[in-house]
């Protein structure tokens, strides 16, 4: 037995590269993310491949290694190459976030030690951090530093649940009483509180589309009448969410009149602010964000408003205690850990015991930079999102929606002849076969509309007259045809 050990561990053992080993790996990597990111003004928003993506199964994993020359082949040819480039200035479409260097830096020292930030225990330090940044964001939105925690997650859509989650469990609501349950949303809430009621066991509640007002906000005499009509009826008004940003057109709703509505009749207020919720870092959002301090709870996308990478979520909670209790439990094998409760743990704070130590991505570009650059970046979105909207109603058609509150508009071409809908969809195709911009298209009250969702940090004044230019040019062209 020893010899079959000894020659396992001979083997096992390249899993631990030597020092020169080790250097050669991260100097290739490094002149691979250098060139990417020296080149990336030449490189397209969006494009397609011949073979679009699948000659990566022409490596499988097996138990023959490749060199990272050819590893980072097969990256670029077959996995970068190909899509929607997130890093790309260009790229206007969907929420688009980040991917700010620092942050890679952040990661990359989070992998190396593999700090476990899921129990003080483990980790107080990073535990620390963790908490020191969800405090952070609970104070940018107004909520007691006495009484509120979060957890930083994946991203909004399980921020969502735990959201959801807390107040189910806050509400000691059973599976008997989930029919008379009632949910308050509209018609421009994300799909992810959707496919969150349905994971959170709440699939039969009933669900209220609150009606929105020509701006796309959510009418809050219309709620108040809706909850008291469901009270009547025997039912029991439950949960209420609201958006600061949303998806289709940025809109920001009523969040004072829902405060109230909420408290008077003791229902759970919930804020889904992870598109729109850094925007309080800036006079021109907080204009527009007024009164996430009355919410119960409130989620925020440090992925989207703080430029990370993709991963970067949050969920912060008024009353810490009620999102510990709904997420704590205890294990024999966890009993040392209880010794150690000097801070919530984010393992009690979220369905995730295993976990990426998150807050270094997030904590290390702000203490390099400082909040200032991050500050002039959002106002500059905000600004830069007002300017395209006044612009492209220059174009001789172009009919447009609200007046951005944040960072993203709709507006559409009318033509001459023909069916708008189709024109408008055709446009969309071209502009991202044109690839320089990436743009996106959503259906609002079953009309199609090309959205401009201004956020990358990358993004400044020539992208937006480049995506002017491009769109004047692309209508001419499908007009002539």
Known sequence: MIEKIKLLEQKSRELEPASDERDEYLDKVINYSRSFLENIDSLKAYQTTEDNGKGIYDSPISDVPISIDKILDIIKNHVDASGINPASGGHLGYVPGGGIFPSALGDYLADITNKYAGMFYASPGAVRMENMLISWMCEMIGFPAETSAGNLTSGGSIANLVGIVTARDTAKLKSKDFEKAVFYFTEQAHHSAFKALKIAGLGEAVIRKIPVDINFKMKAEALDKQIQSDKKSGLRPFFIYATAGTTDVGAVDPLEEIGEIAKKHNIWFHIDAAYGGFFLLVGEGKKVIKGTEKADSLIMDPHKGLFLPSGSGAILVKDGKKLFNSHHYNASYLQDADKFIEEYSPADMSPELSKHFRGLRMWLPLKLFGLAPFK??????????????????????????????????????????????????????????????????????????????????????????????????????????
């Not at 959002?378 to 929606?401: D, P, W």
């Not at 055709?426 to 044109?434: A, G, S």
């Open 376 to 481: 002039a970046s959002l106002s500059e979105k905000i600004l830069l999102t007002r300017y395209f909207y006044e612009q492209i109603q220059r174009i001789k058609g172009i009919e447009v929606g609200p007046y951005p509150d944040l960072s993203i508009m709709i507006f559409r071409y009318i033509p001459e002849n023909g069916d708008p809908d189709k024109f408008n969809e055709k446009l969309v195709q071209e502009i991202q076969k044109d690839g320089r911009i990436f743009l996106t298209s959503t259906r609002i009250n079953n009309t199609f509309f090309i959205r401009l969702a201004v956020l990358n940090f990358r993004v400044h004044l020539n992208t937006i007259e480049l995506a002017l230019e491009i769109i004047k040019k692309k209508i001419k062209l499908l007009s002539l045809t």
